[in-house]
């Protein structure tokens, strides 16, 4: 079965110092086993920069960019990482991005869709709301590409999975007072799913937020494989086996159960308008 080593890179991020967070970057794939190596949301930022975002963003062939692309393919790392980046058609939007610098020199750019807007969070005032899901082929894996609150959507998991995700990644700047819930939410999606779950969230305090950390990689089942510090810097890292998801899937098997009318009638409601 295909064997891999996944990198949960749990720091904290300069906030508006892109050179700084890029070193570091550097540093830790370089040092590192994982074939997979993945940053927190915003990480070559921090989060979020305000009033910067716009000189900050990039499009795919940014300096920044294009130095991740690089280190990817010398190091042959599927390395994944947050930053603001600019539509490549309409001047001023900007998204808050997951990408995915392959070993083979490819990058994948998801735009997220699910932007929280409610108690200390206000990312629909500075981001434009992403309309792709993305799975990522990298060298090591297939990966659905995910960011932060677009965990708590369980439709948006299913279809990377059907799309052939062999786990889900999830980059992450989630405060303390978010913990508990992701904690709850996350061996779920990993186990209605049949996927790996890779979660890399973000330490230290930018403004009022306190970023909790707790990193965490899942097997199929919804076990936990590795877990990372709270509010600290930590890497972690482990070896996983990919073929794990065929025999979740043959001792539950979820995936082959699901019925397309129901989500069907989903869909029907929502359009309806007539949410309780």
């Known amino acids: 079965m295909p064997k891999t080593v996944v990198t ?31 940053f927190p949301e915003l990480s070559l930022t921090g989060y979020l920069p305000r009033d910067d975002l716009f000189s900050l963003a990039e499009t795919v062939v940014g300096p920044t960019i ?46 997220k869709m699910y932007l929280p807007t409610f108690g200390p969070f206000e990312e629909r005032v500075f981001f434009a709301s992403g309309k792709d899901v993305v799975v990522a082929h990298g060298l090591h894996a297939k990966l ?20 052939g995700a062999q786990m889900l990644v999830n980059i992450s700047a989630a405060p303390t007072t978010s913990r508990p819930f992701f904690r709850r939410v996350m061996p779920g999606r990993a186990v209605e799913n049949s996927v790996f779950v890779a979660y890399s969230n973000m ?16 097997s ?21 086996d990919l073929g794990d998801v065929e025999i979740a899937r043959r001792l539950r098997p979820t995936i082959r159960d699901i019925r397309p009318e129901i989500l069907d009638e989903i869909g029907a409601v929502l359009r309806r308008g007539n949410r309780q």
């Open 203 to 218: 330490v230290g305090v930018h403004g009022s937020l306190v970023f909790g950390g707790g990193s965490v990689l899942l």
């Open 144 to 163: 659905g590409l995910t960011i932060c609150y677009d965990m708590f959507f369980p439709e948006l998991a299913r279809l990377e999975t059907l799309l």
């Open 66 to 111: 294009k130095a991740v692309l690089r280190l990817a393919k010398e190091t042959k790392r599927d390395i994944v990482f947050g930053a603001p980046m600019k539509d490549e058609r309409v001047r001023g939007l900007v998204y808050n991005s997951c990408l995915l610098a392959t070993g083979r020199g490819r990058l994948y750019r998801y735009d």
């Open 8 to 38: 949960l890179a749990q720091v904290t991020c300069q906030l508006h110092d892109k050179e700084a967070n890029l070193k570091r970057m550097r540093d830790i794939v370089k040092k590192t086993n994982g074939k997979i190596v993945i």
């Open 220 to 240: 199929p089942r919804g076990e936990e494989i590795v877990r990372a510090k709270d509010l600290e810097e930590d890497i972690v890292e482990a070896e996983i």
